[in-house]
């Protein structure tokens, strides 16, 4: 009876890789940040003995061959891996990684919490703000996961957050846009919580963030110097507290230039979100009075606006000023190219990443920190018709 013989089976490399590797990087950085998430696999233990083969990296990290090949050769140089013996893999050196800057400190992990659904799913800002705090938090022995979370209506899902703890175990949680539920959450499993933009409410988180307040009073005073009164700024699920500040800067600004603040007229709102809703709102402000401008929150309200207000049959910006607070790399492809605020995603980052290297100032809920955006001036705005 003849054997059967079994054919070994190869090692898919694939197997080893972490389910946490970074994705795609940015154009202007795609060398560093490669090397950015090379090192963390390694720091974090994600392969044993040997790392996989250039082009299952540069697959997985979301770049060329050719820029692994330039980030793996980044680590080669600092000893972490080595290409040396027959068959040229590279071999992971533990000793040499373990020594290295942030090595002599037990590796601690990072929770990064993003809205997915509604009008918060995450744009290339989160993207891009991820990349800051990987490039400031890794070399220092931090781990980053990254989690999309249905959280953007705010209701508290302890559930679901004490899994992830459960999962992670995170020395520490930022929470992008969090809210009021995940503060007090935050308050009662006693986990350091921070939130990069978002409202609190009544329990007090440490909070980066761009004010939207401090952008609206500036588009404001635009408008108005301009001779704009009926504005209009819809406000589709958004916190509660959050909604009446911005309502309040509204009717402050109005009210100071002489003009009547009319909440269907320049705040119409909603308790949910979606692109129907949104129009709704529109609808609503209509019924009152032709807008002569609209700020919007962000990207795609403001693409929605432009949608609505074409198919008006009105002009951008001789019959309606359009603002966006928020800013989209795809923004200069628009004709007009858009009024909008940019962001200052890096120093936000660096921002919660010094209090992250500082944890004992956690304590400190009063640590708040809100920045500008910058405008700019693009082309949707000028005076209304007389």
């Not at 700020?295 to 949608?307: G, K, P, Q, S, V």
């Amino acid at each position: 009876m003849e054997t059967t013989r079994r054919r070994k089976k190869r090692a898919n490399p694939m197997e080893n890789l972490s389910v946490h590797l970074a994705g795609p990087v940015e154009k202007d950085s795609r060398v560093l940040q490669a090397e950015i998430a090379l090192r963390r696999n390694l720091r974090s233990g994600s392969w044993e003995k040997f790392v996989p083969g250039i082009r299952t990296l540069a697959t997985s990290f979301g770049v060329s061959p050719a820029t692994m090949v330039k980030a793996v050769e980044r680590v080669r140089k600092d000893g972490w891996i080595s290409n040396e013996g027959v068959r040229r893999r590279f071999t992971i050196h533990r000793d040499v990684i373990l020594k290295s800057k942030g090595g002599d400190q037990v590796l601690r992990t990072l929770l990064l919490l993003a809205p997915k659904s509604g009008r918060t799913e995450p744009a290339r800002g989160t993207s891009q703000l991820l990349l800051h705090l990987w490039e400031i938090l890794t070399p220092n022995g931090w781990s980053i996961r990254f989690h999309l979370d249905d959280y953007a209506s705010g209701k508290r899902r302890q559930k679901q957050w004490d899994d992830l703890v459960q999962l992670e175990k995170p020395q520490a949680v930022i929470a992008i846009l969090g809210t009021p539920a995940m503060a007090a959450w935050a308050r009662d499993t006693k986990i350091p919580m921070f939130f990069c933009g978002g409202a609190m409410g009544e329990v007090t988180v440490p909070l980066a963030g761009v004010s939207s307040s401090l952008m609206l009073e500036e588009a404001m005073d635009r408008l108005i110097g301009l001779g704009h009164h009926k504005i209009t700024l819809p406000l589709c699920e958004r916190v509660p507290s959050f909604a009446a500040k911005l309502k309040s800067t509204i009717s402050q600004k109005l009210i100071l230039s002489n003009h009547d603040f009319i909440s269907e007229l320049n705040t119409p709102s909603h308790e949910e979100s979606g692109v129907e809703i949104f129009r709704h709102c529109l609808d609503r402000a209509f019924a009152v009075d032709t807008p002569t401008a609209i700020i919007c929150m962000d990207w795609r309200e403001y693409i929605a606006a432009l949608c609505y207000v074409q198919e008006k049959g009105l002009s951008v910006p001789q019959d309606i000023s359009l603002i966006c607070l928020s800013h989209d790399h795809s923004a200069d492809w628009f004709k007009p190219v858009p009024s909008h605020f940019m962001h200052p995603l890096d120093k936000l980052a660096s921002t919660l990443g010094n209090w992250l290297e500082d944890m004992s100032n956690y304590t400190n809920y009063t640590l708040n920190s809100s920045v500008r955006g910058t405008w700019v001036p693009g082309e949707t705005v000028a005076a209304p018709r007389s």
